[in-house]
């Protein structure tokens, strides 16, 4: 007879291949972010020249990550709200054409995403958001969405209807029984919808390359990218590392923090399938 342990052991080989897959880019660039290069503002040994260097790059790295901040959280509070509230209407509610209107929300889920920021940035220039943080979070919320959205109804669906009513029955009102007893029983579909949306909009280049023209209001990535412009098309390779690892860290604290909500908010989904 096997070992217990041994079973286990090509299943552990694969995930720890995986890991180290994964990981091997992001360990690279932090290496290479703290390395002597030739070019760059560490020129020998180990040290942090290449932070000091991205500190204190144009705008400054301080105002980059405030407007990466200002853009993420924006976003997140815009696809809660508007996904909450669409979720549980098409999970609790019957109206006519419910289930066409949640296809055609999905829909768009098949629209490239490139395809729809010229229409909204002539849609921002008639509203008055155009190089607009505000504006950006709103153009980020809209393609969330449609997957926030799905999220959250096989979120609700997955609450049994007699939780909640029980809570009518016992004097409480529509709202207060999404509030007091469904918003609990969701709170890992909300982690999982929130998480995505700010992985997702702390990461966007497109979106900003488009929407935004002021250099002091340009994201994270955006201000990443144009470290390659700063000498005469010469790029710091050095710093450009600094900023991928300065990117990379919120997500990572992030993920580690939520993945016990993250992993079930889906497998709510799947175990109402």
Known sequence: MKPHGLGRTPY???VGGLAALFLF?????????VSGQPGTAQQS????????SLLHYDAGLAQYLWNSTVVSLLTVALTLLVSLMGGYAFARFTFPGKNALFLLTLAILMVPYATLLIPLYVLLGDLG?????????????VYQLPFATFMMRISFESVPRELEESALVDGCGTA????????????????TVGLF???????????????????????????????RQRSMGAIDYGTTEAGVVVLALPCLVLFL???RHYIRGFMSGALKG
Request: positive net charge; aromatic residues 10%; hydrophobic residues 60%.
């Open 197 to 227: 949306a700010f992985l997702a909009a702390w990461n966007d280049f497109i979106a900003p390359l488009i929407l935004i023209s002021d250099s002091a209001k340009a994201p994270l990535p955006l201000a990443i990218a144009n470290l």
């Open 25 to 33: 880019p992001l360990a690279w660039s932090a290496w290479a972010s």
């Open 129 to 141: 958001l155009q190089n607009s943080l505000f504006g950006l979070s709103l153009v980020l919320t």
């Open 45 to 52: 040994g180990y040290g942090l020249g290449n932070y000091r």
């Open 257 to 259: 923090l939520l993945q």
């Open 12 to 14: 552990h080989v694969l």
């Open 176 to 191: 207060q029984a999404l509030v007091r007893i469904l918003l609990p029983a969701v709170w890992p579909g909300l982690v």
